[in-house]
């Protein structure tokens, strides 16, 4: 299976995705995560996608359709993959289907998580993540045991540069131009797509998640 998440910055699609993926052990395709791993890496791709994340704006579709293609190579035909992040626009989806077509594979499912922007706010202004493994806690909801400490690895947790109220506000502005319109263009697809109310706990979001995608799989 090939599942798309989609929803505004902060809603828990990668908190959700991680669960998903232990449960499937599916190949989880984060490309905030592959951009900000190419970043510490110092690679060229890392370099010119800098200042486009620090501003909160999308990092330009040719760079990272060609990213997803690297990545989608080197992962077995055979596995279900979540993508979460990606695509962003239209043009990234499109460019999505054609790169499945070519390798016999579709999107098989979309889940679209929803909560207001007061909840998406609080949540980013109290994320902490560690860039040492990926772990993502929050200062309000699930705070590590000792303060700034990674719980998993012992990294130094970090509250993103991108994380700040006004690259946030900039972050929200850009998810309804220019991602908002995907909700559309996957109502018009194939592949069915369903609606998570994502302002519950992660518990309760999971529940619903896991079975939109055993139901959109049968
Ligand atoms: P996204 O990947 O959509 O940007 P994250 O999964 O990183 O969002 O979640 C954003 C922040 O909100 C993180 O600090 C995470 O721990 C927290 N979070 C995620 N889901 C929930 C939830 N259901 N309830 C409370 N906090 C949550
Ligand atoms: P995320 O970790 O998903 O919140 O992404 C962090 C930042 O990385 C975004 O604000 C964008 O600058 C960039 N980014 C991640 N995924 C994409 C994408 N699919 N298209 C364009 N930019 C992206």
């Known amino acids: 299976m090939v599942i798309v998440l989609l929803g505004p910055p902060g809603v828990g699609k990668g908190t959700q995705a991680v669960r998903l993926v232990d449960d499937l052990g599916a190949e989880h395709v984060s490309t905030g995560d592959l951009l900000r791993a190419a970043r510490r890496e110092g690679t060229e791709l890392g370099q010119l996608a800098q200042g486009y994340m620090d501003r909160g704006e999308l990092v330009p579709d040719d760079l990272i359709l060609n990213l997803v293609k690297d990545h989608l190579a080197g992962v077995d035909a055979d596995r279900d993959v979540l993508f979460d992040g990606f695509p962003r626009t239209t043009d990234q989806a499109a460019g999505l289907d ?107 979001v999971f529940t619903d998640f896991r079975s939109a995608v055993e139901t959109q799989a049968s």
Do not use: M, W
């Not at 991108?162 to 592949?191: G, N």
């Open 98 to 204: 054609g790169a499945l077509e070519s390798i016999g594979r579709r999107v098989d499912a979309v889940v679209l998580f929803e909560a207001p922007d007061e909840t998406l706010i609080q949540r980013l202004s109290g994320r902490r993540s560690c860039p040492d493994c990926g772990a993502v806690y929050n200062t309000f909801f699930s705070p590590p045991a000792s303060e700034g400490v990674c719980d998993r690895c012992g990294g130094s947790l970090v509250h993103r540069k991108d994380d700040t109220p006004e690259t946030v506000a900039r972050r929200l502005e850009v998810y309804l131009d220019q991602t908002a319109p995907l909700i559309d263009f996957y109502d018009e697809h194939e592949a069915p797509l369903s609606r998570v109310r994502a302002d519950r706990p992660v518990e309760d």
